[in-house]
């Protein structure tokens, strides 16, 4: 098996049932496996809601370490679509010229920096530095503060041995709370002061409604972004006809990028609170359960894929839910996708063939499934394009 392989553990009870079942901190989990189930599920708030306890619908469930919030995230509509109307075009941003060409000049000079090594730890010393650059042209502060958000690590709920960390959780609300104050005091131009000004049905936003758009926007484009920066390369290293193909036909990067995004599914799964007994893939549930919507399985359905467990760069028909579904799809889906096109764009331009030297997989235990989501860390060769 190649070392980017990430295989599907959900095929046997996906076509066998539909369904799986976890147990998650003693709250248990129905996992829906099937992609029509997903999406049909995933539309259906009034069944299966966001808006129950803070943390409940994430999986390993974060309800011992938040009660912020999470803003559009752990809302239903109506009220859902009114946030997300003060949000969204704030994270529509990536899509202009200027900041693309920021995002460019950011990716270029880690590449550059990386070739000049020769190798790179790419989940820690790439991946983590890219996304973290990256951030502070989504959230428009200063290129500073991205050294204190890689201090953070891979992820800003998790250390190394635990799946929740509150005492790390507590790092990223505090300096939440500052910057909102500071933006309150001497507002200007960042994503903190503009949803300090933001009106919520007549009314500016709190500073918790603030602050429960900002973790979100913390912690959800994070290990998801890191996780798909790291597979990607670690495919072009052991698949250097992709690389080829990419600096060839330019023009199916886009469809690339689609891709690497169903294939990987950087975020496993995301939960829902069951708010009447009802069932799911006649599979009895009942009020106050929870199910999940998990995204890798869904992107892996032959129902729906063909040859799902290959990445087809130019893949035409892709309903992939990658970015999740329905009115709760993800909100940074549009910087996510700049910065894959952008660094596939880089690599095929500046770097002839990667070495895979040395790695350790990062396994996520979900009780029957074992899902490998990507690396721990990886070292990685860069070997530069010579004209």
Request: charged letters at 30%; one cysteine or more; aromatic letters at 8%.
């Amino acid at each position: 098996m190649k070392k980017s392989e990430l295989p599907d553990p959900f095929e046997k009870a996906r076509e066998s049932k539909g369904y799986g079942e976890m147990n998650d901190q003693d709250d248990p989990v129905t996992m829906l496996l099937r992609h029509k189930d997903v999406r049909k599920s995933a539309h259906n708030y009034k069944t299966f809601q966001s808006g129950a306890v803070p943390g409940r619908i994430v999986i390993p469930s974060e309800v011992d370490i938040r009660d912020t919030r999470q803003i559009p995230f752990e809302v239903d509509p109506p009220v859902h679509g009114v946030y997300r109307a003060i949000v969204e075009p704030w994270f529509k941003r990536p899509l202009q010229a200027e900041y693309q060409e920021k995002l460019t000049a950011q990716i270029s000079e880690i590449v550059e920096e990386t070739l000049l090594k020769g190798s790179v730890e790419v989940v820690t010393d790439f991946a983590l530095r890219l996304q973290s650059r990256a951030l502070t042209l989504l959230l428009n502060t200063p290129f500073s503060e991205s050294e204190t958000w890689i201090s953070w690590g891979t992820h800003v709920f998790r250390s190394e041995g635990e799946a929740l960390d509150g005492d790390k959780a507590n790092i990223l609300y505090h300096y939440i709370d500052e910057q909102i104050d500071r933006a309150s005091e001497n507002p200007g131009d960042d994503m903190y002061s503009v949803l300090l000004n933001s009106e919520f049905e007549g009314r500016k936003l709190t500073k918790e409604e603030v602050k429960g758009v900002m973790v979100l926007t913390f912690a959800g484009g994070r290990d998801t972004v890191i996780n798909a920066v790291t597979n990607s390369i670690a495919y072009l290293a052991e698949h250097p006809e992709a690389l080829e193909r990419l600096r060839k036909e330019p023009e199916i990067t886009g469809r690339a990028v689609e891709e690497m995004i169903r294939y990987f599914s950087p975020l496993t799964q995301m939960g829902r609170v069951v708010t009447e007994d009802t069932h799911v893939c006649e599979h009895a549930v009942k009020a106050d359960s929870r199910i999940s919507l998990c995204w890798a399985s869904a992107n892996r359905d032959a129902a729906v894929f063909e040859n799902p467990n290959e990445i087809v760069l130019d893949r035409k028909v892709n309903p992939h839910v990658g970015f999740g579904f329905s009115h709760h799809n993800c909100l940074g889906a549009t910087h996510a996708r700049q910065i894959l096109k952008i660094l596939l764009q880089t690599l095929a331009q500046k770097v002839a063939s990667f070495e895979i030297l040395d790695y350790k997989e990062n396994i996520e235990d979900l009780d029957h499934f074992q899902r490998k989501v990507g690396f721990h860390n990886i070292q990685i060769k860069f070997n530069p394009l010579t004209k």
